[in-house]
């Protein structure tokens, strides 16, 4: 079907058009015959034979040009008579629209052909020959006109209507390659559009946000505030050379404060930065949940190409023009045609770019695609939507591009076979959080130009408080919510961890009311609901799996809880069935993570907590909450059911949780757990509340290293409640450090390292005690790293720890706690820095300590009373007992 000579479609459509009548207003279905189409037949012919054969001769130059032929002057204007005869033959067969279709443009072309007889011995060979040629590639431009005249010939032979789209293309894509370079309209046009890229998309903004504030702003710099992120690329995925990557794994922090069974899967992948992608891979699938940085992510790439401000890892980058692309802007019209990329984004340069430019760039192989949220146009139309883009990449093949997506909307392969390779986005970590906050706030700082004191004091506050509130740093995992939480903070004057109540009713605002429609997100599904009925039906999902104590609910089980309370939802009714409602909420709420087996969970535990106390207070689940109250998992829900309920149901929330019956950590849990919601209390009987106070308050000021013991094995429940460290004197900031070593949860290491400079011996040695306790490297970099050596003997349990410290350089004084061979010893310490060993494990071999000598400096060696007695110690090192 291919034509040998090509023409561009800028080309031969104005040519062409001529030949046909004005389409209808309502274009008629197909099998309309074509001689009743052509505007030189009829009664009323409005072209005319010398017309007819001036388009033609028209033609036949457009085509010698194009081939770089050369016809003598008779030859020449003999071909064009013979193609205005070809072409002449339309008005008179009786093929319809849809036969000629079928036929193709070679088929299409050599009927006409044989319509005309003795035409070849009017020609000389070579002429007779680009005479076919030409007459195959105007039939399939003929043909192209037909469909898009008539919308029902595409529906009713899709393929053949396809292939003819894509031969056009095709044709385009040849006849522009042959070209110079860039004309001075195009290049002058292009600076321009970079310019306006670069100034368009260098805001971040949050959409949905509700600021009384009117002095706290919504959107800021991208260039103070991105963040890159990590992403692992999916089944089937290759990380790029080692150039591309940034080297993390997946044993790093993966998260501040994520559960044990968060992690959505166990198998290791390549990890790399996200931005990264596209200098090692033509073709990226992004997947994230919502907020997790797509979106700012396209905005950094388009910005940093157009600027040529990229870094060396993406190199094949440079040069490139890049092409935002949001699907939400097309979502029901389907991907668009290169020349409307522009003006389907309403673009606001799109009236003036020259005509034909961005299929210029994509011939030439200079695009940057970037195509934003295939999850954002309608379930029905993403096939189509994939259709038309991996039309676009097969025929302007070369261009670099970028898909981004929600998970539930597409799979892993769902542009495999069109070499896009999958990335998921990674949840921040700790630092990553810690530098988002600190960049949020200096370009707030740049943007309201003044409390440049007052915002420094609400980002340390909050850097505080985030690895100390779990509710904080289990939502802090994306930069939307980053991003809010910062917000939020600045907008409450700093005060945001004892609102987290406003917090989630802020996050659910924002999720579920507000965010799709401020960013014009309208059409990606069929079901319409606000945010009652949506924060309805989680609620009960949230409940199901409180009251079945798991995080996760089997696909089966999560339709049932829909099928049964969305009747009682009126909202709901007409909107579908309960799949398609459920996938709705999975979709487009970003509160929902779908497993490989279907299985669901919530992506942030907290907001499960969250939804699920809402929903235990409406259905007056008091005593389930209260039976769960000594459970450290069930914490947030209590408190959070407390911020929910009325005053009488909060005092009876309380009031049993003071209730004896409890004994030991349970009840000082509990007890403490009631204090700690006074903070989410409204409206409170003072006799209750003024209990509370009195029972609890000397729990958090330990008088004694046995009570500060004991407090800390009550739980993580105790680190938001301790006073600020800097405040307290050195005998009571070491009975705090008993108390949160003894903390099994990483935000104690966040409080331990506020004590770390302080020169106290005691308060030293119980920090330096607290490390088996603890992640080894995090806690030997934010800890052990900065405690004053002098008098201090640093225990060493087990090889990673005898690692890190040799990493550090290694210590003076060196206390073995666990069970290491004389050999690991002389490996793992350092040789000489060594002047004081503590043994207080037996070695073996009869404790012999030959071995010894390998430490120059060593003076004294301290030997734990019950262990054999040594031998062979070098001369010169006192044993002391």
Not at 115 to 121: F, I, K, M, T
Not at 391 to 396: E, V
Request: aromatic share 6%.
């Amino acid at each position: 079907m291919e034509p040998a000579v090509r023409l561009a479609s800028t080309v031969v459509d104005p040519l062409i058009t001529g030949l046909f009548t004005p389409a209808p207003p309502s274009p008629p279905g197909s099998g309309q015959l074509i001689a009743g189409l052509v505007s030189f037949r009829g009664e009323r012919p409005t072209l005319h034979w010398e017309e007819l054969l001036s388009v033609a001769g028209e033609l036949v130059r457009q085509g010698l040009t194009a081939t770089g032929r050369r016809l003598p002057a008779a030859e020449e204007t003999g071909t064009a008579s013979v193609l205005a005869r070809t072409l002449w033959v339309m008005g008179e067969l009786d093929t319809t629209d849809a036969q000629a279709v079928r036929l193709g443009p070679q088929d299409y072309a050599r009927r006409l052909r044989s319509a005309v007889p003795g035409a070849d011995r009017e020609l000389s060979a070579e002429a007779a020959w680009f005479h076919d040629s030409l007459l195959v590639t105007v039939c399939l431009h003929v043909l192209h006109l037909l469909i898009l005249r008539s919308p029902a010939l595409a529906e009713q032979l899709p393929e053949r209507s396809h292939r003819i789209g894509q031969l056009v293309d095709l044709n385009d894509v040849e006849a522009l390659r042959g070209r110079p370079g860039p004309s001075a309209q195009d290049a002058e046009f292009e600076d321009r559009y970079l310019r306006h890229v670069a100034e368009q998309y260098s805001r971040v903004t949050i959409y949905g946000i509700d600021l009384p504030n009117p002095n706290t702003p919504d959107n800021w710099s991208l260039d103070a505030t991105y963040l890159s992120l990590a992403a692992e690329f999916g089944s089937g995925g290759t990380a790029p050379d080692a150039a591309a990557a940034d080297g993390r794994g997946r044993g790093e922090d993966q998260g501040p404060g994520r559960d044990a069974g968060e992690d959505a899967g166990t198998d290791e992948q390549p990890v790399m930065s996200a931005d990264r992608a596209l200098g090692g891979h033509e073709r990226v699938l992004l997947r994230g949940v919502a907020g997790s940085g797509k979106t700012t992510l396209i905005q950094w790439l388009a910005v940093s190409t157009a600027r040529d401000a990229l870094p060396h890892e993406l190199g094949p980058l440079r040069g490139r023009v890049p092409f935002v692309l949001p699907v939400r802007r097309f979502a029901r019209e389907g991907f668009p045609a290169p020349d409307d990329f522009l003006a389907a984004v309403r673009h606001p340069l799109a009236d003036e770019a020259p005509e034909g430019w961005v299929v210029r760039v994509l011939a030439e192989e200079r695009a940057l695609l970037l195509v934003d949220g295939i999850d954002e146009a309608p379930e029905p139309q993403r096939i189509a939507v994939r259709d038309q883009l991996r039309r676009l990449l097969r025929i302007y093949s070369g261009n670099r591009c970028l898909v981004t997506s929600r998970p539930p909307a597409v799979d892993a392969d769902w542009l495999a076979e069109e070499g896009f390779n999958e990335l998921n986005l990674a949840p921040m970590n700790r630092d990553q959080v810690a530098a988002f906050i600190t960049a949020w706030h200096t370009a707030a700082r740049t943007d309201e130009g003044k409390d440049h004191a007052r915002l420094d004091e609400y980002r340390d506050r909050l850097l505080r408080s985030i690895p100390l509130y779990r509710e904080l740093r289990v939502l802090a995992t994306n930069p939307l919510m980053c991003g809010l939480i910062c917000a939020l903070n600045r907008d409450r004057s700093g005060s945001l961890p004892n609102g987290r109540k406003e917090l989630y009713e802020a996050a659910m605002e924002m999720l579920l009311q507000r965010r799709d429609p401020e960013r014009r997100v309208l059409y990606a599904d069929a079901v319409d609901l606000q945010r009652s009925p949506r924060e309805r039906l989680l609620r009960k999902l949230a409940h199901r799996m409180l009251v079945d104590e798991r995080p996760v609910l089997d696909h089966a089980t999560a339709l049932g809880e829909i099928e049964r309370h969305a009747p009682a939802i009126p909202a709901t009714a007409g909107q579908g069935g309960p799949e398609e409602i459920f996938g709705h909420l999975l979709l487009r709420t970003g509160l929902l993570r779908e497993q490989a087996d279907r299985s669901v969970e919530f992506v942030h535990r907290t907001v499960q907590d969250y939804l699920a106390a809402k929903e235990a207070v409406e259905q007056g689940d008091f005593a389930l909450l209260l039976a769960h109250a000594h459970e450290a998992d069930w914490e947030e829900v209590i408190r959070m059911a407390v911020a929910h309920a009325r005053p009488g149901e909060c005092a009876t929330l309380l009031q049993g949780l003071l209730a004896p019956g409890r004994i030991g950590m349970q009840r000082n849990r509990r007890r403490l757990l009631a204090a700690a919601c006074l903070e989410h209390v409204t409206e409170l009987d003072p006799e209750i509340h003024a209990r509370i106070r009195r029972e609890t308050r000397n729990m958090v000021r330990p008088a004694t290293v046995a009570a500060a013991r004991g407090l800390g094995w009550v739980g993580p429940i105790v680190l938001e409640m301790l006073p600020d460290p800097a405040t307290v004197p050195d005998d009571e900031a070491y009975r705090l450090a008993v108390t949160v070593t003894r903390i099994d949860d990483d935000a104690a290491v966040d409080y331990l390292a506020r004590l770390r400079d302080r020169s106290s011996l005691p308060l030293r040695a119980e920090l330096a005690r607290g490390w088996r306790n603890f992640e080894t490297e995090r806690y030997a970099t934010e800890v052990i790293a900065h405690l004053e050596s002098e008098g201090l003997y640093f225990p060493v349990s087990d090889r990673v720890e005898l690692a890190a410290l040799r990493k550090l350089g290694g210590r003076e004084r060196v206390q073995i706690v666990g069970h290491f061979t004389p050999g690991e010893l002389v490996d793992g310490l350092a040789h000489d820095q060594l002047t004081h060993l503590w043994l207080a494990y037996d070695l073996g071999a009869g404790m012999e300590m030959e071995w010894l000598s390998a430490f120059p400096s060593l003076t004294t060696l301290r030997v734990n009373p019950r262990l054999p007695r040594v031998s062979g110690v070098p001369e010169g090192v006192r044993i002391l007992a």
